[in-house]
């Protein structure tokens, strides 16, 4: 590292330390997950690294740079940090960055703090695996949301651009990249055609969700998101808001109400013990095992078409 380039980042550090307190309160010890993609441990320091902004990203990443010699892939926050809407840096997160050759990161407005990570490490590329994909805009906020990976169709776009950012910023394994992404791709075209061969004949797509996770995997499948109960992760809905959701799923005969795994189902166990709806889960994939899968992906879709068949059918 050049030695301005270090300064500032340790400047960063004591400042972000200081701001935590002397507890140490959001502070991470150490990397959300790391594939040394086939590299020694020895050779590490060496290694092409890349580094991922959070899980799901990460799941998409080592699949296009698993198992290749010489390349190394790390998650940045933990894998139980979840959606980074409001995530603040930690000196932990900046020491992770340090040797980085390549972040990539969902973008799409998800990575508030992109900007300062820029600022410490200008010469950083980052990646932005959202790039181009057409983001649908709330309604209530009038503004974007950056959930895209959730739509298969939008996570195969997103394989697209991190393979094409990584044979750009490393010729060298440019055809394992290549082979690795096809491979992926396969994969989650399959998975995308059997969800919608297991879909199409569903009659009642009315759905009620426990946040906005899930609007381009309504809109790949042909569902209506006819109410939202937590448009934010933690806030509780109001008497009021409650009182509402209640009165759409009575009027339009809603039988799901689809939580996720990450947050607590008692608002959704609330609606459904006064309308008669039924709680299932779907997954996000915003959090994950520290020693991720890469078949991850695949493997939460299945089981969300699984819960979806039970539910709708």
Partial sequence: MKPIKAMVSLLLCAMLLSACGANGSGITSEPGGTADSGALSGEAGNAFHIVTSFYPIYVLTINVAGGIPGVR????????????????????????????????????????????????????????AAKDIPLIVDEHTGEANPHVWVSISNAIQQVGNIEKALVEADPAHAEAYRH????????????????????????????????????????????????????????????????????????????????????????????????????????????????????????????????LIEALK
């Fill in 73 to 128: 892939v790390t998650n940045m926050t933990e894998p139980q940090s979840g959606c980074l809407h409001d995530y603040e840096l930690s000196p932990a997160d900046m020491k992770t960055l340090e040797d980085a050759d390549l972040f990539v990161i969902n973008g799409a407005g998800m990575e508030t703090f992109v900007d300062q990570i820029k600022d410490v490490y200008p010469d950083l590329p980052v990646v932005e």
């Fill in 180 to 307: 690795n992404a096809e491979e992926f791709r396969g994969k989650l075209e399959e998975q995308k055609e059997r969800m919608h061969e297991a879909l199409k004949d569903i009659q009642s797509r009315d759905i009620v969700t426990f946040h906005e996770a899930f609007p381009y995997f309504a809109q790949e499948f042909g569902l209506n998101i006819v109410a939202v109960i937590e448009r934010e992760p933690g806030t509780e809905p109001s008497p009021a808001e409650l009182k509402e959701t209640i009165e759409i799923i009575n009027a339009l005969g809603v039988k799901a109400i689809f939580a996720e795994p990450q947050y607590s189902a008692e608002a959704a166990e609330t609606i459904a013990s006064e309308t008669g709806a039924k709680v299932y889960l779907l997954d996000p994939l915003v959090t994950g095992p520290k020693d991720a899968d890469p078949d991850r992906y695949v493997e939460t879709m299945e089981k969300n078409l699984q819960t």
